[in-house]
């Protein structure tokens, strides 16, 4: 775990001294930080220079001054415990009431969001192999499902457009020839479509999918009146 220093004021030691936590915490503030010095030049180099005045050990950050009401002056291991500790917890996380961590995962931009998912996926099913038992590694949202599921109603609605518009078109116009080159129509202008969505990198995200979507809908309503 990280460590961090833990200053701990004793609240009798600074009542008895006229001084309040504010005060330690001004001192400690006051006395360490950085700051730039200038440069120097050596050959065709520049070299930046900074003071530190920062405590390299606890026993520095010991002998810091700690100015008190009547001016006099007190170490800060006088009036305060100092020591290493686990560093402070800003965020919990839980699952199943036992603590755990929790990662959220991006993709960049550009990336397919299916592909992603589906490496993510491998990769988690690689390293719960690999620490068995030892750490349990569960993925709580998957934002691609929705983007799959988009896809399969897709591929349904293409199955079923085709269907209706062939069969309608073979039982009013009784000709087979054009009802069968409505059923090739719609899958060619399909993969057409995803051809150019290829060639010029148009994402396949929820608002194209959804489009594509329109269009078939579009297309066989165009066919069966034409």
């Known amino acids: ?23 330690i915490a001004q001192a ?18 520049e ?6 005045s920062r405590a390299s050990s606890l026993s520095e950050l010991g002998s810091i001054p700690v100015i008190t009401n009547g001016s006099s ?15 402070e917890a800003t965020s919990l ?8 961590i929790g990662l959220e995962v991006r993709r960049r931009s550009g990336e397919n ?16 192999r690999s620490y068995g038992d030892a750490m349990e590694m569960v993925i709580l949202f998957d934002g691609s499902t929705q983007i799959q599921k988009t896809i399969n109603g897709l591929a349904i609605n293409l ?23 409505l059923a090739v129509s719609i899958p ?6 995803i051809s150019a969505m290829y060639l010029f990198k148009i994402p396949l995200n929820l608002i194209s999918l959804s489009g594509m979507a329109l269009s078939i809908g579009m297309l066989v309503d165009n066919s069966v009146v034409i």
């Open 93 to 100: 996380f839980f699952f199943n009431n036992a603590p755990g």
């Open 73 to 87: 002056q007190l170490a800060l291991k006088d009036l305060a415990s100092i020591n290493f500790g686990p560093k």
């Open 47 to 52: 070299f930046l220079l900074r003071t530190d």
């Open 159 to 181: 199955a079923i457009g085709t269907l209706l518009a062939f069969f309608l078109l073979l039982h009013f116009v009784r000709r087979l020839a054009l009802a069968l080159l």
């Open 28 to 45: 400690v503030s006051t006395t360490q930080f950085t700051l730039p010095a200038g440069s120097f030049i050596e050959g065709n180099k």
């Open 113 to 128: 969001p299916v592909k992603v998912a589906k490496a993510i996926r491998s990769l988690t099913e690689h390293l719960q």
């Open 1 to 23: 775990a990280d460590q961090e220093i833990h200053v701990l004021p004793t609240l009798t030691g600074l009542g008895s001294r006229g001084l309040s936590i504010r005060d």
């Open 188 to 193: 060619i202008s399909l993969c057409i479509t």
